[in-house]
């Protein structure tokens, strides 16, 4: 379902913005869209009207709301456009939830480039995107990871003009053989607080720069803190000053970004410091899992083991011990999971996991 056609269903046409729906003090161009009716007469100030109350994920509990202004939405979409190639004959899928700043940011930056924005039915593939004419795709791993193994999805991946690739606990091995399958992919970090992406590889980067999550986009400023907190500034934060995201990381010698894991999952076993991100990184690297989740689950000698949510291929059933020899390879003995559960039925791949609710099904 293409949403920015004209009513009338014909060709569309794009008009530029009047001078009224720029803020005087904006450095971003209007953007083009379709004329509508209901915006001829309405002078718009995009710096002072309040756009958007998202909710967080909520992933150590229950979400916070951030605002945004309109403005703030296109200086975000503005670096991403240039960087990701999006022009007026772009077609971008809507590949992730609106109530989301993931999914509403795929429909500001169609909107602000001139391009089209696409609704997908429940179960599309690579496959439908191609033949729907898509252009841009915005994925999380658990998507890619399914699809990566099926030759007809890798043939059709390849005609996109850029796959953005974002979340937590991205596998290696997933990188690697998108970049062997010459995939025009982008990885990226971002949250909610900061209107979406605030760094991004480049289309054509090399492998070694493929495995960080880019460098900082214009309009944008990052650095570490002392304990190695990303901190972010910009006109897109949703506060002024420096944003401290409770995400840890280190800039690298050319200025792109490792992110290691959140401040606040961090679990202590026995007095060692463990980071479930890096687990679910190395769990993620097993052929038969598509999406994994790790939390702590109190224990009376230790403090806190790592527990470990598993879904599993096809139906596959959980091997413990399969997975335990797995991880021994691949992590030290303290941080390799000493409980095993199913996935949860009912969560949608594009919907970012809580682990706040993980942790309570333990209990």
Not at 32 to 38: F, N, V, Y
Not at 167 to 179: F, N, V
Not at 266 to 292: F, K, Q
Request: a neutral charge; aromatic letters at 8%; charged letters at 20%.
């Amino acid at each position: 379902m293409v949403i920015n056609k004209s009513a009338e269903g014909g060709t569309r046409t794009r008009t530029g913005l009047p001078d009224d729906f720029k803020s005087s003090a904006s450095t971003i161009p209007p953007p083009r869209l379709l004329q509508l009716l209901c915006l001829t007469d309405v002078n718009v100030n995009f710096k002072c009207v309040l756009g958007t109350k998202l909710k967080t994920s909520g992933s150590m509990g229950v979400p916070k709301v951030v605002c945004h202004s309109f403005e703030q939405h296109l200086l975000a979409a503005q670096a991403v456009i240039q960087n990701t190639g999006l022009t007026a004959t772009s077609r971008s899928l809507v590949s992730l939830p609106v109530h989301h700043v993931s999914g509403l940011a795929i429909v500001v930056r169609a909107w602000a480039s001139g391009g089209e924005w696409v609704l997908p039915p429940k179960d599309w593939t690579p496959s439908w995107a191609f033949d729907a004419g898509i252009t841009h795709l915005s994925l999380v791993s658990t998507q890619l990871i399914r699809w990566i193994k099926e030759p007809v999805f890798i043939s059709a991946l390849r005609q996109m003009k850029a796959i953005t690739l974002g979340g937590s606990a991205i596998p290696r091995s997933l990188i690697e053989q998108a970049y062997r399958e010459g995939l025009p992919l982008i990885t990226t970090y971002g949250s909610t607080e900061t209107a979406s992406q605030v760094t991004a590889t480049a289309l054509g980067d090399s492998l070694d720069r493929l495995l960080t999550s880019g460098r900082c986009l214009p309009d944008r400023e990052i650095q570490s803190a002392a304990d190695g907190e990303i901190l972010v500034r910009g006109d897109m934060v949703h506060q002024k000053g420096w944003y401290a995201t409770g995400d840890l990381g280190q800039i690298n010698n050319h200025g792109y970004l490792e992110v290691f894991g959140r401040k606040d999952n961090r679990m202590i076993s026995g007095g060692e410091n463990i980071y479930p991100e890096e687990i679910e990184r190395a769990l993620l690297e097993h052929p038969n899992i598509e999406a994994v989740i790790v939390v702590p689950k109190q224990d009376i000698e230790y403090g806190q083991r790592p527990a470990a949510f598993v879904k599993m291929r096809s139906n596959l059933e959980i091997q413990p011990d399969d997975l335990i020899a797995f991880c021994k390879e691949r992590l030290l003995g303290y941080k390799v999971p000493r409980f095993w559960y199913a996935w949860p039925e009912g969560l949608a791949e594009h919907q970012k996991p809580s682990r706040y609710a993980f942790a309570k099904l333990l209990n």
